[in-house]
């Protein structure tokens, strides 16, 4: 720092004064130009990964992918030549294919062509992730962009402003400044010249004894103690903090204009243009928002009232409390959060982890509790089974209520829907949220609308029977914002799904017959695990084989299962391997420490779980493992279930088994199961009334016992079945 007093006649200190001026500005450029630095290495990065998998999506094309239009391509040529494969293709230049026995001029450039568009559009549909399954050199060197990105970033932000403010001020001046240093100089300048150089003397150094100086010192000293970890930290830190870094890989895509934004979902431009113009303040949110998620609060804050339907795991809970974040920020002081029982635990456990708001749970009657968020205010977290239990006084106002789960209240006659209205009055915002696609239903979709904008749920109520059409959709823009997984979310590690179809043992096929017989739909459905001795399951011993597998390969499992006895049979099967199971008499609070317990478990924990209970409210991303031990009738629950572990976070491919008995009821599910997928998708995506698939739901156990009692009178015994192994389990 420069002394107290300038002395102009002192050369010496003019000269320090002007050294100390130019370090400075010298080591805040450098400070600013490492974030254009991780940007370019995490290009690199990015291209390098890109270009590794292309090459590895194209070797598994078969090379017969080059007749995809019927060009009528002599595609046995280019096999007899050993060119099997589209890697091997792309590879080869025109005069290469031209070489190729029985390939003309005319056919190899268009080979060539056509090659270059797949590999174009390959490389076009990739979605770079970082997952530790794949630690390579490109990878390291993604993360180490990303790290390095995420603890300078804030140093580089002051620099960049530093710079920004300063720089050309600072250049000028110290041109000026310069006679005032030498004795020559200082001889032969002119009157005017003197003064100019002493006036741009005595302002450099009032900046390096003023903010400038103490902005500048403090900066260097933070970035200083800054610390980029070594590779094997940085992987450690992704595992624990996966969310965070694929936020600032989302955000480095959108700054090098890679990362296509689908955060819209066919919103009118104007409605857009509106949305982008809106302010948040998000600084004190302890959450790096992903760009969807920006424009999903932005939303959120410009329209109001509102229906947040983004799909699930894709961060519908943080953009509810970064609106509650940029609200406090204006000097809002309450808000309430009604969600069912099941994920009261985890709402109020997230808002502490992501911001400073104070946290009020309400149960019940809790008159004590209400008073005291009344009166200090913060964040009410409370079930629709405890709003009709306690008031507000009349005159009471608070500035946002969210309704988590909103389907909860289609019924309009319903009391819990009631008193979610009478709270919804005294709110100056109302956000509902769900998962669940209400397209397929529009009615209820109606009423929901309703209590938010009974302006628009009026206009679509006429327009219900054209629920597939683009206007349809279009007047739901101003309340309804939903977005799925495919749309926005890059990061998530692929899902991989197998079918594990195991063959049964004499005495399976004597309990399955009977349920047949007997068409007790129930029973049917749980083959395999019905015997006595759980040990001579076919399924069991599948189930176990998978969890072996996982252990070693340093993942652990969530195991699924519709029915307790199934639940109870494979607890006693994996002993203390497997955690408490959660079931539907397990507690709310419980299941978040079973969660908990198993997140901090060694690698090959087992979770089990009854699907209706652990397939909603619940995050268990530290499972990459997923297991059902058979089939579900709702592809939404299946879904649901799925989610838990596939969703925003999961740092590891995804696999899900699928544990099913050959030649039975489970063969008959999925033959229909994947009809009714389609129309599932085509009905609640596309916004239809989905009466047919309500329908094709009702009469879906009549069917598959009738065609499993139709296809087992074809035999005069069961089939062949396995022999049972004598060697236990």
């Given at each position: 720092?420069?002394?107290?007093?300038?002395?102009?006649?002192?050369?010496?200190?003019?000269?320090?004064?002007?050294?100390?001026?130019?370090?400075?500005?010298?080591?805040?450029?450098?400070?600013?130009?490492?974030?254009?630095?991780?940007?370019?290495?995490?290009?690199?990065?990015?291209?390098?990964?890109?270009?590794?998998?292309?090459?590895?999506?194209?070797?598994?094309?078969?090379?017969?992918?080059?007749?995809?239009?019927?060009?009528?391509?002599?595609?046995?040529?280019?096999?007899?030549?050993?060119?099997?494969?589209?890697?091997?293709?792309?590879?080869?230049?025109?005069?290469?294919?031209?070489?190729?026995?029985?390939?003309?001029?005319?056919?190899?450039?268009?080979?060539?062509?056509?090659?270059?568009?797949?590999?174009?559009?390959?490389?076009?549909?990739?979605?770079?992730?970082?997952?530790?399954?794949?630690?390579?050199?490109?990878?390291?060197?993604?993360?180490?962009?990303?790290?390095?990105?995420?603890?300078?970033?804030?140093?580089v932000h002051k620099a960049q402003s530093l710079y920004d403010s300063y720089h050309d001020t600072l250049k000028e001046a110290?041109?000026?400044?310069?006679?005032?240093?030498?004795?020559?100089?200082?001889?032969?300048?002119?009157?005017?010249?003197?003064?100019?150089?002493?006036?741009?003397?005595?302002?450099?150094?009032?900046?390096?004894?003023?903010?400038?100086?103490?902005?500048?010192?403090?900066?260097?000293?933070?970035?200083?103690?800054?610390?980029?970890?070594?590779?094997?930290?940085?992987?450690?830190?992704?595992?624990?903090?996966?969310?965070?870094?694929?936020?600032?890989?989302?955000?480095?895509?959108?700054?090098?204009?890679?990362?296509?934004?689908?955060?819209?979902?066919?919103?009118?431009?104007?409605?857009?243009?509106?949305?982008?113009?809106?302010?948040?303040?998000?600084?004190?949110?302890?959450?790096?928002?992903?760009?969807?998620?920006?424009?999903?609060?932005?939303?959120?804050?410009r329209q109001g009232n509102v229906l947040l339907g983004d799909e699930m795991g894709l961060g519908k809970t943080v953009q509810?409390?970064?609106?509650?974040?940029?609200?406090?920020?204006?000097?809002?002081?309450?808000?309430?959060?009604?969600?069912?029982?099941?994920?009261?635990?985890?709402?109020?456990?997230?808002?502490?982890?992501?911001?400073?708001?104070?946290?009020?749970?309400?149960?019940?009657?809790?008159?004590?509790?209400?008073?005291?968020?009344?009166?200090?205010?913060?964040?009410?977290?409370?079930?629709?089974?405890?709003?009709?239990?306690?008031?507000?006084?009349?005159?009471?106002?608070?500035?946002?209520?969210?309704?988590?789960?909103?389907?909860?209240?289609?019924?309009?006659?319903?009391?819990?829907?009631?008193?979610?209205?009478?709270?919804?009055?005294?709110?100056?915002?109302?956000?509902?949220?769900?998962?669940?696609?209400?397209e397929n239903r529009v009615d209820e979709m109606c009423f929901i609308i309703s209590c938010l904008r009974p302006d628009i749920?009026?206009?679509?109520?006429?327009?219900?029977?054209?629920?597939?059409?683009?206007?349809?959709?279009?007047?739901?823009?101003?309340?309804?914002?939903?977005?799925?997984?495919?749309?926005?979310?890059?990061?998530?590690?692929?899902?991989?799904?197998?079918?594990?179809?195991?063959?049964?043992?004499?005495?399976?096929?004597?309990?399955?017959?009977?349920?047949?017989?007997?068409?007790?739909?129930?029973?049917?459905?749980?083959?395999?695990?019905?015997?006595?001795?759980?040990?001579?399951?076919?399924?069991?011993?599948?189930?176990?084989?998978?969890?072996?597998?996982?252990?070693?390969?340093?993942?652990?499992?969530?195991?699924?299962?519709?029915?307790?006895?199934?639940?109870?049979?494979?607890?006693?099967?994996?002993?203390?391997?497997?955690?408490?199971?959660?079931?539907?008499?397990?507690?709310?609070?419980?299941?978040?420490?079973?969660?908990?317990?198993?997140?901090?478990?060694?690698?090959?924990?087992?979770?089990?779980?009854?699907?209706?209970?652990?397939?909603?409210?619940?995050?268990?991303?530290?499972?990459?493992?997923?297991?059902?031990?058979?089939?579900?009738?709702?592809?939404?629950?299946?879904?649901?279930?799925?989610?838990?572990?596939?969703?925003?976070?999961?740092?590891?491919?995804?696999?899900?088994?699928?544990?099913?008995?050959?030649?039975?009821?489970?063969?008959?599910?999925?033959?229909?199961?994947?009809?009714?997928?389609?129309?599932?998708?085509?009905?609640?995506?596309?916004?239809?009334?989905?009466?047919?698939?309500?329908?094709?739901?009702?009469?879906?156990?009549?069917?598959?016992?009738?065609?499993?009692?139709?296809?087992?009178?074809?035999?005069?015994?069961?089939?062949?079945?396995?022999?049972?192994?004598?060697?236990?389990?």
């Amino acid at each position: 720092m420069a002394q107290n007093t300038l002395n102009l006649q002192d050369r010496k200190q003019v000269r320090d004064i002007l050294s100390l001026i130019a370090d400075y500005d010298e080591a805040v450029a450098k400070i600013a130009a490492l974030g254009q630095a991780d940007r370019d290495s995490a290009q690199q990065a990015i291209r390098a990964l890109s270009e590794r998998e292309t090459e590895q999506i194209l070797s598994g094309m078969d090379v017969e992918t080059i007749n995809r239009d019927r060009l009528g391509i002599r595609v046995a040529a280019l096999r007899a030549a050993g060119i099997t494969d589209m890697e091997k293709l792309c590879r080869l230049s025109v005069d290469q294919i031209n070489a190729v026995k029985g390939i003309g001029d005319e056919a190899a450039y268009l080979i060539f062509t056509v090659a270059g568009r797949i590999r174009q559009e390959v490389r076009t549909d990739l979605k770079v992730r970082l997952s530790l399954d794949d630690r390579s050199e490109e990878a390291g060197r993604l993360l180490h962009a990303l790290g390095s990105s995420m603890r300078s970033g804030p140093c580089v932000h002051k620099a960049q402003s530093l710079y920004d403010s300063y720089h050309d001020t600072l250049k000028e001046a110290y041109q000026k400044a310069r006679p005032a240093s030498g004795s020559l100089r200082w001889v032969f300048a002119s009157r005017e010249k003197k003064k100019e150089a002493a006036d741009a003397a005595l302002y450099l150094y009032s900046l390096l004894t003023g903010e400038y100086g103490e902005r500048v010192d403090a900066l260097l000293k933070e970035f200083d103690a800054l610390e980029i970890p070594d590779i094997e930290t940085l992987w450690a830190d992704f595992e624990q903090n996966s969310a965070a870094y694929y936020a600032q890989l989302d955000k480095l895509d959108r700054e090098l204009g890679a990362a296509i934004d689908n955060s819209y979902s066919g919103l009118p431009e104007d409605l857009i243009r509106l949305v982008e113009q809106q302010p948040i303040y998000v600084d004190e949110l302890k959450a790096t928002l992903r760009g969807y998620q920006e424009f999903g609060v932005r939303y959120i804050l410009r329209q109001g009232n509102v229906l947040l339907g983004d799909e699930m795991g894709l961060g519908k809970t943080v953009q509810a409390i970064a609106a509650m974040v940029s609200l406090k920020t204006l000097g809002a002081t309450h808000f309430m959060v009604v969600c069912p029982a099941s994920v009261l635990v985890n709402w109020a456990r997230e808002i502490k982890q992501f911001s400073d708001l104070p946290v009020t749970l309400i149960k019940g009657g809790d008159f004590a509790a209400s008073r005291s968020w009344q009166e200090n205010g913060g964040v009410a977290v409370t079930t629709y089974e405890s709003i009709s239990r306690f008031a507000l006084p009349q005159d009471f106002q608070f500035s946002m209520l969210i309704a988590d789960e909103a389907h909860y209240v289609k019924n309009p006659a319903a009391r819990r829907t009631q008193s979610l209205l009478l709270f919804s009055r005294k709110a100056q915002r109302t956000l509902f949220m769900t998962g669940t696609p209400l397209e397929n239903r529009v009615d209820e979709m109606c009423f929901i609308i309703s209590c938010l904008r009974p302006d628009i749920a009026g206009e679509i109520r006429q327009m219900k029977y054209i629920s597939a059409a683009p206007q349809f959709r279009e007047k739901l823009a101003p309340v309804y914002l939903r977005r799925t997984r495919e749309n926005v979310l890059s990061e998530l590690p692929a899902l991989i799904e197998k079918e594990q179809w195991v063959e049964m043992t004499a005495e399976e096929w004597t309990h399955y017959m009977l349920s047949v017989a007997q068409e007790n739909f129930m029973a049917m459905r749980q083959v395999s695990w019905d015997v006595p001795d759980v040990r001579k399951s076919s399924k069991a011993k599948r189930l176990l084989e998978l969890c072996r597998e996982a252990e070693e390969d340093g993942r652990k499992v969530i195991v699924f299962s519709f029915f307790r006895q199934t639940i109870d049979k494979v607890k006693k099967l994996l002993g203390d391997k497997a955690m408490e199971p959660i079931t539907g008499s397990v507690s709310a609070l419980r299941r978040q420490q079973i969660v908990d317990e198993f997140t901090a478990a060694d690698d090959g924990a087992v979770l089990i779980c009854q699907v209706q209970a652990g397939g909603t409210g619940l995050n268990i991303q530290a499972a990459s493992v997923i297991i059902f031990c058979e089939p579900q009738i709702k592809p939404s629950i299946e879904n649901q279930a799925v989610s838990r572990a596939y969703r925003m976070g999961q740092i590891r491919n995804v696999m899900v088994h699928r544990l099913l008995s050959d030649n039975t009821v489970d063969e008959r599910i999925l033959e229909l199961l994947r009809e009714k997928q389609e129309q599932f998708d085509l009905y609640a995506e596309e916004s239809a009334t989905g009466s047919e698939y309500m329908k094709a739901e009702s009469s879906l156990s009549a069917a598959i016992i009738a065609m499993e009692k139709e296809r087992l009178e074809g035999f005069e015994a069961a089939p062949e079945p396995l022999e049972e192994e004598s060697e236990s389990v």
